[in-house]
């Protein structure tokens, strides 16, 4: 009778998903030292803390394998083919805003809009033999995105980390990333697209619509919604 929470193991989602429940009376905790991922909970029964990769807890959560889950909208829409049929938005939490944006070279004065670069792109593979390449590791999101924009003659390659510096190293001519600050875009000499906002995303509280409950753990979900008043 147990209801798995599935939190992010590292850095500031962590953390803050932590000051999130811990305000509502639920204390949340990484037990052991600081490299092991166990987790302990206090302040309410019948929860357990899972910590897993932000990446994965989309995953988690349509497998069915944890009940609730803290990870960015923007990883499960990603990850998550038809998303709504698999989870439910409980809370959007009010931190990790971040928005997915295309980016091109700052140096690029002639390429400002969707547009713009629909056709450098046409312009790349004459003068190239090969499609302009975007890194990005939001494959599913980037694809729809440009697809709905009329944006064709390119190609995703994949960058998993770093990706502002993929230009620089020549390994893209663009690239689609999360930014918030915009500090490292433009210490990368990189200038986001007018009309090329993708998404913006935001730490949300996830429950995986295909986990199956016991009345008890039925019980425990109504106990934790009340808690965290998200009825
Ligand atoms: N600079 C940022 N500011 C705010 N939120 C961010 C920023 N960068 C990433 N995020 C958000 O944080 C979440 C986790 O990002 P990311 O996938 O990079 O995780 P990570 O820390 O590399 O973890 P892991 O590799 O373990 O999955 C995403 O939802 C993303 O939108
Ligand atoms: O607009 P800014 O405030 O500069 O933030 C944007 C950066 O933050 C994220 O990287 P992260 O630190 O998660 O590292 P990563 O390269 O592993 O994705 C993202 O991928 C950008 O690189």
């Given at each position: 009778?147990?209801?798995?929470?599935?939190?992010?193991?590292?850095?500031?989602?962590?953390?803050?998903?932590?000051?999130?429940?811990?305000?509502?009376?639920?204390?949340?905790?990484?037990?052991?030292?600081?490299?092991?991922?166990?987790?302990?909970v206090e302040g309410i029964d019948g929860v357990e803390l899972v910590l897993l990769s932000a990446g994965e807890i989309p995953r988690e959560?349509?497998?069915?394998?944890?009940?609730?889950?803290?990870?960015?909208?923007?990883?499960?829409?990603?990850?998550?083919?038809?998303?709504?049929?698999?989870?439910?938005?409980?809370?959007?939490?009010?931190?990790?805003?971040?928005?997915?944006v295309i980016a091109v070279p700052a140096a690029w004065v002639d390429v400002d809009t969707l547009d713009d670069l629909d056709a450098a792109?046409?312009?790349?593979?004459?003068?190239?033999?090969?499609?302009?390449?975007?890194?990005?590791?939001?494959?599913?999101?980037?694809?729809?995105?440009?697809?709905?924009?009329?944006?064709?003659?390119?190609?995703?390659?994949?960058?998993?980390?770093?990706?502002?510096?993929?230009?620089?190293?020549?390994?893209?001519?663009?690239?689609?990333?999360?930014?918030?600050?915009?500090?490292?875009?433009?210490?990368?000499?990189?200038?986001?697209?007018?009309?090329?906002?993708?998404?913006?995303?935001?730490?949300?509280?996830?429950?995986?619509?295909?986990?199956?409950?016991?009345?008890?753990?039925?019980?425990?979900?109504?106990?934790?919604?009340?808690?965290?008043?998200?009825?």
């Amino acid at each position: 009778m147990t209801i798995k929470l599935g939190v992010p193991s590292k850095g500031r989602l962590m953390e803050k998903t932590f000051d999130w429940f811990g305000t509502r009376g639920i204390v949340l905790s990484r037990s052991g030292s600081d490299r092991e991922y166990a987790g302990a909970v206090e302040g309410i029964d019948g929860v357990e803390l899972v910590l897993l990769s932000a990446g994965e807890i989309p995953r988690e959560l349509a497998a069915g394998r944890i009940h609730l889950g803290v990870t960015g909208t923007d990883l499960v829409r990603e990850k998550l083919g038809g998303w709504e049929q698999k989870v439910e938005e409980l809370a959007g939490l009010g931190f990790g805003h971040a928005d997915l944006v295309i980016a091109v070279p700052a140096a690029w004065v002639d390429v400002d809009t969707l547009d713009d670069l629909d056709a450098a792109a046409a312009a790349f593979r004459a003068a190239h033999g090969f499609r302009l390449r975007i890194a990005t590791k939001y494959h599913r999101l980037v694809r729809e995105f440009l697809r709905d924009h009329g944006v064709a003659d390119y190609q995703l390659v994949d960058s998993q980390g770093a990706t502002e510096g993929t230009v620089k190293n020549e390994t893209a001519e663009a690239v689609a990333d999360i930014t918030s600050t915009g500090d490292t875009l433009r210490a990368n000499h990189l200038k986001v697209l007018s009309d090329g906002l993708v998404l913006q995303s935001e730490a949300t509280l996830f429950r995986a619509r295909g986990a199956g409950v016991t009345d008890g753990e039925r019980e425990v979900l109504a106990g934790l919604s009340r808690q965290l008043a998200l009825d």
